[in-house]
Nanobody, 126 residues
Framework: QVQLIESGGGSVQAGDSLRLSCAAS????????MGWFRQAPGKEREFVAA????????LYADSVKGRFTISRDSAKNTVSLQMNNLKPEDTAVYYC???????????????????WGQGTQVTVSS
């Protein structure tokens, strides 16, 4: 069974930084692209960032480009999201996700991700 456990959320002021981490179970973590998504109250879950299975390719939503950085450490089975210059509109529950198919490329579509964590709350106040 694959388990994804997020951590690092919290309440911060606009302009602050947070680092989210996702710890994944399973020996084949390094074979799968990983993504971060978020969902604000009353809104659809939306793409934030993704990293390829090799770590060579990253994708970002336009709204976070230049502020957020996704990275992975396959030796530790973790994927992280460094969030800088946070804005109130970044407030949401953030979810870590793993693609369904090994060595498939990173994707912004949540339909391609089959395993999800429980989420971690990020609240940014102005």
């Amino acid at each position: 069974q694959v388990q994804l456990i997020e951590s690092g959320g919290g309440s911060v002021q606009a302009g602050d930084s947070l680092r989210l981490s996702c710890a994944a179970s399973g020996r084949t973590f390094g074979n799968y692209a990983m993504g971060w998504f978020r969902q604000a109250p009353g809104k659809e879950r939306e793409f934030v960032a993704a990293v390829s299975w090799s770590g060579a390719t990253t994708l970002y939503a336009d709204s976070v480009k230049g502020r957020f950085t996704i990275s992975r450490d396959s030796a530790k089975n973790t994927v992280s999201l460094q969030m800088n210059n946070l804005k109130p509109e970044d407030t949401a529950v953030y979810y870590c996700a793993r693609r369904a198919i090994a060595t498939a490329p990173a994707s912004a579509s949540k339909d391609y991700y089959s395993y999800w964590g429980q989420g971690t709350q990020v609240t940014v106040s102005s």
